[in-house]
């Protein structure tokens, strides 16, 4: 179970945020009204959410969860892939001294974005991309081995990040999409396959015995209730033309 949530508000610069989506440029009064009700589900979860104030430095910066992997022996900040994001990582080790001791750092020429990982128990499927490379994955594993955790990499072909196209749902439930439906380290879950036409609905968040859905993908929305989950429906579609997803909106710990 979640106890703290740290989110970072939106700010103006988040208009040239790095996109491949061509959905248009976000709209910024929209983005900073979703993002207040994001809070909200979250703050619905039973969590306390550390809401930090806007980095107008970096366009990108509310997608912090790019920036930190966090597990309760230890915080890892990232070194983030994207040059443009390099430096976002500063604030949030200050953020993280409130609550960690332990806090260990991924260094160049290592890379890692926290939306490569994804945590199933102690065990953490990191995605190898053109955010996180080999050296990161490396480095990383060895950490959290220090750490009393394990590691395993997954090499992605088509998608931006690891959890573009999966979700651990805990109970060894898992939304997969894409290039994961098939993939052989997968099939050992209950997986929920999201359909083709809903496939960036894939990147939805558990959170307390609920999982948050983005809005108006009905099809994902029903296979997770079928399987007896609370759904809570969240609109990130501003945060779509980014490329964000709602995972990418927080550090959930």
């Not at 806090?103 to 160049?108: D, K, L, P, R």
Request: charged letters at 25%.
């Amino acid at each position: 179970m979640f106890k703290h949530v740290i989110v970072r508000r939106p700010g103006r610069s988040l208009v040239e945020g790095i996109t491949s989506a061509n959905l248009g440029k976000p709209d910024y009064a929209r983005a900073l009204q979703q993002h207040h009700r994001y809070i909200d589900a979250l703050k619905s979860r039973d969590v306390k959410v550390k809401i930090l104030e806007a980095d107008e430095q970096f366009p990108d910066s509310v997608f912090v969860e790019d920036t930190a992997v966090l597990a309760e022996r230890c915080a890892i900040i990232t070194n983030p892939g994207a040059p443009s994001r390099q430096g976002e990582e500063v604030s949030i080790r200050e953020a993280l001294k409130e609550f960690y001791t332990a806090i260990e750092t991924i260094t160049a020429p290592g890379t890692l974005e926290g939306g490569d990982v994804m945590r199933v128990g102690d065990h953490f499927y990191v995605g190898l991309s053109a955010r996180t490379n080999e050296e990161g994955c490396r480095q990383f594993t060895g950490i959290l081995n220090k750490y009393r955790y394990t590691a395993s990499a997954v090499k992605l072909e088509k998608f931006l990040h690891l959890k573009t196209g999966l979700a651990y749902l805990e109970n060894n439930n898992l939304l997969v999409a894409g290039e994961f439906i098939q993939h052989e380290e997968f099939k050992k879950f209950n997986r929920i396959i999201i359909h083709e036409s809903e496939g960036y609905a894939a990147n939805c968040i558990w959170v307390n015995d609920a999982v948050l859905v983005p809005m108006n993908y009905p099809k994902t929305k029903a296979a997770i209730s079928k399987a007896g989950y609370n759904v809570v429906e969240v609109d990130v579609s501003e945060f779509k033309k980014l490329d964000g997803g709602l995972s990418c909106l927080s550090l959930r710990f």
